[in-house]
């Protein structure tokens, strides 16, 4: 009788917003369901809307509340458009996630200045932004979680990590920043740090069956990871219960970063 409440007091996200970047697909729609599950008003932003729209779709036929705004996070002006309407949704988030990120990984030679400059800007520019528009108010509030998806490429150099590696590893810092800056005041900044998952952003490696069967005999148990994997991970961080867990690299792997 009394497990229930204890936990909803520990996790449940009701009351709570989100804005979920990168939401419609892989990792970020696992991450969108679950909070929304767990009862927070979820906005997914992303730029294909027959993917968003199914998307909010599947969420509000479970009983979710859940909405959608399209946006071109490549660019600031992206960012900003796409911020001020997600606010317009639900009012101010509670709970960021940057999950929305290009993987361009060519020979590190043949990087040109437009590859490096697109992949920073998505994957490190846009979270920033949104880090700077939403995290002072989370400050004032009192409450506040934002968390970013890096990579296995913050921490080590394989498969051409390039300027992915570098974006991903300077995400991390900037979640150290965002830690020391804001959590004195209520809001944590973490990073998850996913395995190999077979999602759309890696799609050029998971057209290799070998390579696919290399990567899960890396990980300790032996499967490669799945986007539902990081849904428990996400409550719990954006939760009461990570009050006192801030500006860390989670690693949700299957052991592949400790083999």
């Known amino acids: 009788m009394i497990a229930q409440p204890y936990l909803s007091q520990l996790f449940s996200l009701d009351g709570r917003v989100a804005l979920v970047t990168g939401g419609s697909s892989g990792i970020g729609r ?3 369901g679950a909070l929304a599950r767990a009862g927070a008003r979820v906005v997914v932003v992303a730029r ?3 993917a ?3 998307t909010v779709d599947e969420l ?3 009983g979710c509340r859940a909405a959608w705004v399209s946006a071109d996070l490549g660019t600031r002006d992206g960012v900003r458009t796409a911020a001020e309407k997600a606010a317009d949704v639900y009012g101010e988030p509670d709970i960021l ?3 929305a990120g290009i993987n361009l990984r060519p020979p590190l030679g043949e990087l040109t200045d437009d590859v490096w400059d697109a992949t920073m800007a998505v994957n490190l520019d846009a979270p920033f932004l949104l880090g700077q528009r939403f995290g002072p108010g989370m400050a004032e509030r009192g409450y506040g979680r ?3 998806i890096t990579s296995q490429q913050a921490h080590r150099a394989f498969v051409r990590s390039g300027a992915y590696g570098v974006s991903k590893g300077a995400l991390e810092s900037l979640a150290r920043s965002q830690a020391e800056a804001w959590s004195p005041y209520g809001v944590t900044c973490n990073t998850l740090v996913p395995g190999f998952v077979r999602t759309p952003l890696n799609e050029r490696l998971s057209s290799d069956p070998a390579t696919v069967e290399a990567l899960a005999a890396r990980t300790l148990v032996g499967r490669n990871g799945l986007p539902e994997d990081f849904a428990g991970a996400a409550v719990f ?3 009461r219960a990570s009050a006192y867990v801030t500006g860390q690299a989670v690693f949700v792997d299957g052991g592949f970063s400790v083999h």
């Open 30 to 32: 696992a991450i969108a």
């Open 48 to 50: 294909g809307e027959a």
């Open 52 to 54: 968003l729209a199914d």
């Open 60 to 62: 509000t036929n479970d």
């Open 97 to 99: 996630v940057n999950s």
């Open 146 to 148: 934002i968390m970013h």
């Open 237 to 239: 961080l954006a939760s």
